[in-house]
């Protein structure tokens, strides 16, 4: 049984949320101004709950009636949430007792904006919430366990913050960082930093290396004139390229500077297309870094042959945008009919 619900969670009259025992899985994000408070403390006062570390504690999963999610999506296929609340879901559908499961949706802080192939069930970036995949995932397994959305616009928190006016505990502490995480989290294919363990993850990308080029060439990559000129391999008018140094705290470099650059969107250029835009700059660093090189994740992160090739020098930038656009406009046509709310996704033209 499938439910799309417009009134808040609290106001449900369901028995299961009532009078049962609930486990309830959140992050910092999910902070009330109605309340003053989390969810979690918020249904503990009322309710039987209890809250959960992962959706993966089968021990306190399986002594409640009852889970309530709510989970801030990045609108990235590489959002690790996703696999499990997919699996999650799976494990109910599988279960001769499965308990009801409603998920307080949250608007998607990356937009309705799609980019890239329908690569492993989702696209680079995919536009829905939380919600409408869980609905999406929900119809491909042919389920049949109650699950509830309760929409966005029925939730104070959606409607009078924005999202991440809280940082969540992955380090996403802005909607430019989640702008950019289709693209730039494939530097983690790569020898170079995408920003991680840094206050602008996903927003600025360098390594030691790239402090200059080696020594013969004239590309001087301290020139901001030089990057943010229409005459660049790398332009992109909805983005200013700034030089800029920084300190990873942990992982790739922890400890060492880094050379490279910070993305900082244009206002009043809307159109942004960050798979591509990173592709085109991966091409660049590759052929201008003796040093660059490729790790053992890239191939699963582009997702297909047609990016690997354009990466590696074998394909053209025609081929790679023909490529994805066809992929693109496969998923809208795909996810149209798991929308829950007016508004279209789109791809950048």
Not at 93 to 114: K, L, T
Not at 143 to 158: R, W
Request: proline fraction near 6%.
């Amino acid at each position: 049984m499938f439910s799309f619900r417009t009134t808040p969670l609290l106001e449900q009259e369901d028995t299961t949320l009532r009078r049962g025992r609930i486990a309830v899985f959140d992050d910092e994000t999910a902070w009330h101004p109605l309340y003053g408070e989390y969810l979690f403390y918020t249904l503990a006062r009322y309710r039987n709950a209890v809250r959960l570390d992962s959706l993966e504690n089968r021990d306190v999963l399986g002594a409640c009636d009852a889970v309530v999610i709510e989970h801030q999506c990045t609108g990235s296929r590489f959002d690790p949430f996703l696999k499990q609340l997919r699996a999650f879901l799976l494990e109910q559908n599988r279960n001769p007792q499965p308990m009801s499961v409603y998920i307080v949706d949250r608007f998607n802080p990356s937009g309705r904006c799609v980019e890239g192939g329908h690569y492993d069930g989702l696209p680079h970036k995919h536009g829905l919430t939380t919600g409408e995949l869980a609905n999406m995932y929900y119809s491909e397994m042919n389920a049949t366990f109650p699950l509830h959305i309760i929409s966005a616009a029925a939730n104070d928190a959606a409607r009078e913050l924005l999202p991440w006016s809280i940082p969540q505990p992955c380090g996403l502490s802005s909607l430019f960082s989640a702008n950019f995480m289709s693209g730039a989290y494939l530097w983690n294919g790569t020898n170079v930093s995408c920003g991680d363990a840094t206050f602008r993850p996903y927003e600025m990308f360098g390594a030691p290396f790239m402090r200059r080029l080696e020594r013969g060439r004239d590309f001087a990559w301290d020139n901001a004139l030089t990057w943010n000129d229409v005459d660049s391999p790398v332009y992109d008018r909805s983005v200013y390229m700034r030089w800029c140094t920084f300190t990873p705290a942990a992982g790739l470099y922890a400890g060492q500077e880094c050379f490279g650059f910070q993305m900082i969107p244009n206002p009043g250029e809307p159109g942004y297309n960050a798979l591509l835009h990173t592709l085109r700059l991966i091409r660049f660093v590759r052929a201008n870094c003796p040093e660059f090189a490729f790790n053992s994740r890239m191939d699963s992160l582009a997702g297909s042959e047609t990016v690997m090739d354009y990466l590696s020098g074998t394909a053209d930038y025609d081929t790679l945008r023909s490529h994805l656009k066809s992929e693109e406009q496969k998923w809208l046509r795909k996810a149209k009919k798991y929308l829950l709310y007016d508004e279209p996704l789109y791809r950048v033209k």
